[in-house]
């Protein structure tokens, strides 16, 4: 079955450290990959995006992912992250030629100071 | 400024009153879809359209209902809501209608409570 998973529900980490949050999916072929962010009480902004080509695309607000065809994953990392990071956190995938776009159920990310 | 607007921002209802949220967007874009977000389940797509007058079930339609009468809005209506319908709506939209490699643009998101 098609699915997204993204197995961390919660995590918490200190401002300044690195960040990855993963995001698997199942697909028979590659499909066009996002990352949504979600302030709170705010809507979804797109992070960044993946159709094909270089397999590490950078994002705003300093964010990249990269697509592991291997592993079906696209990972989100931030090389330090900010207290103003706070949010939840949403992979999505839209398979190839369709009118849908899946999400995950999503990766809260508290920050400490 | 180019936006996806949603009406109410919060609402608490009773069980069977009907209600409408209202969606509206300023980018002149083909396609717009309506989302619930619950704890643990991440975004489901309630309805989406493709254009006016085109519209079609996400994966969770039951109890709801849509209309694309104009390009800009896609009000989101339930005859008769139930408590199970008590969730964070989200409106979005997007360019074309291909969404599948599309952006979509979000609304803030309505806060609804039904009880």
């Known amino acids: 079955a098609q699915s997204v998973t993204q197995p961390d529900i919660h995590i918490t980490v200190s401002e300044g450290a690195s960040l990855e949050l993963r995001c698997n999916y199942s697909y028979g072929a590659t499909p066009y990959l996002f990352w949504y962010v979600q302030s709170p009480g705010q809507g979804l902004q797109l992070l960044l995006k993946y159709f094909s080509g270089d397999t590490l695309v950078q994002g705003i607000k300093g964010f990249e992912a990269e697509f592991k065809r291997s592993q079906s994953s696209f990972n989100l990392r931030k090389p330090s992250v900010h207290w103003s990071d706070a949010a939840e956190y949403f992979c999505a995938v839209g398979p190839y030629n369709t009118d849908k776009l899946i999400f995950g159920t999503g990766t809260r990310l508290q920050v400490f100071p | 400024e180019a936006q996806v607007t949603q009406n109410p921002r919060y609402l608490i209802t009773v069980t069977g009153k009907k209600l409408t949220v209202t969606c509206s967007q300023n980018?002149?874009?083909?396609?717009m879809s309506w989302y619930r977000q619950d704890p643990g389940l991440g975004l489901r797509q309630i309805y989406y359209s493709m254009n006016v007058e085109v519209t079609d079930k996400g994966d969770v339609p039951e109890g709801y209902k849509v209309s694309r009468k104009e390009k800009r809005n896609f009000p989101l209506i339930l005859e008769s809501p139930s408590p199970n319908q008590t969730s964070l709506y989200f409106c979005?939209?997007?360019?074309?209608?291909?969404?599948?490699?599309?952006?979509?643009?979000f609304g803030p998101g309505t806060r609804l409570l039904v009880l």
């Open positions: 980018m002149n874009h083909e396609y």
């Open positions: 979005a939209s997007s360019k074309y209608t291909r969404t599948a490699s599309e952006t979509q643009y």
